[in-house]
């Protein structure tokens, strides 16, 4: 069964004479995003947790709670955690509750953290970054089976048959991987599904991820699970309109994360290679992305796309107009294309 879905980081987006919204009221239009997506027939609405000025979605289950009370069908969850710098306890407890308001709609993804603001600002240090998520995967990996738990590690507390409530169906649970081999046999390790985060390069670089995931999912004697794939995009009416529409605010966006994350700065000539067919910009009309969609699923042996549209300095209106086209017209033209 092929799923689709959105993944928004809630960037700050701009009013009709450019200056940036409140983040309350980024918040607030990003519910009605949520809600957007339902009513088009996306499967799944995701929220990526961050901490800084332009990306301030720090509860992000808050934001989707909210959704939940104004949906019906649409699935519901992180895009990613930062379990690192979060305690497994406390993240199993909201998306239990979530799980709960929205009567089973809850799925949540765990990340590392590509963004590392978290750390300081919750005190983990980075020399920890590995052990940290590997401790907290396998505790979160203890609660989801349910029951008094015990455990005991080196980066909390230990549990002695600790009932850890609300008691709720089990929901889905993802690893968000970017590029580490490991993180891909961890998400097999723990039978949980696998989320490749492409934002750059030839999606098919990644194939080799999706091969070692089903190898060990085979090695640990687990059943198949899904593949998924986030990737950004931007949809418009027609294939110069997005390109056009994206470009400032993507050269804004990646230039100043490129200070500390190493990227490059983009150019004319990059950005019309990552929008192009072998790029992981997902940014045209809706049967350019449509086509592009639907081979890279092939390539990957993938059966969820999770588009993330948006980035700082777009308008709240565009935003939902790619939601609109998304729903409306470019998931049944991949669903067509891979019948």
Do not use: C
């Amino acid at each position: 069964m092929t799923t689709f879905g959105l993944d928004t980081f809630g960037d700050v987006t701009l009013d009709a004479s450019g200056t940036p919204l409140s983040h309350a009221q980024t918040i607030r239009n990003l519910v009605e995003q949520g809600v957007l997506a339902d009513q088009v027939g996306l499967d799944f609405f995701g929220i990526g947790e961050h901490h800084t000025p332009d990306m301030p979605l720090s509860a992000a289950d808050v934001v989707l709670a909210a959704i939940a009370a104004r949906t019906s069908k649409i699935h519901l969850g992180s895009a990613v955690t930062v379990l690192s710098s979060d305690d497994p306890v406390r993240v199993y407890q909201r998306f239990s509750t979530l799980n709960a308001l929205s009567d089973g709609r809850a799925e949540v993804i765990l990340g590392r953290g590509s963004s590392v603001d978290s750390f300081p600002l919750f005190g983990y240090d980075l020399a920890d970054y590995e052990d940290l998520f590997e401790e907290k995967t396998h505790l979160f990996a203890e609660l989801l089976k349910g029951g008094p738990i015990t455990w005991q590690g080196k980066t909390r507390a230990a549990l002695h048959e600790q009932d850890v409530v609300p008691f709720t169906e089990p929901f889905p649970t993802w690893i968000g991987v970017g590029g580490s081999p490991q993180s891909v046999v961890r998400a097999a390790s723990y039978g949980f599904s696998l989320m490749l985060a492409i934002i750059g390069g030839h999606p098919a670089r990644f194939a080799p991820f999706s091969e070692l995931y089903k190898h060990a999912l085979e090695k640990f004697g687990r059943d198949p699970l899904p593949i998924g794939i986030h990737s950004p995009g931007h949809v418009a009416p027609t294939d110069e309109q997005a390109r056009e529409e994206f470009w400032p605010h993507y050269l804004d966006v990646i230039s100043r994360l490129g200070k500390t994350r190493g990227f490059s700065t983009p150019t004319p000539e990059s950005y019309a290679h990552e929008v192009g067919p072998h790029g992981a910009l997902f940014v045209g009309s809706p049967e350019t992305v449509a086509t592009k969609m639907a081979a890279t699923m092939k390539k990957l042996d993938a059966s969820r796309f999770d588009l993330k549209y948006g980035i700082g300095g777009l308008s709240h209106e565009s935003l939902m107009r790619t939601i609109d086209l998304y729903g409306t017209k470019v998931v049944p033209l991949v669903q067509d294309m891979l019948a």
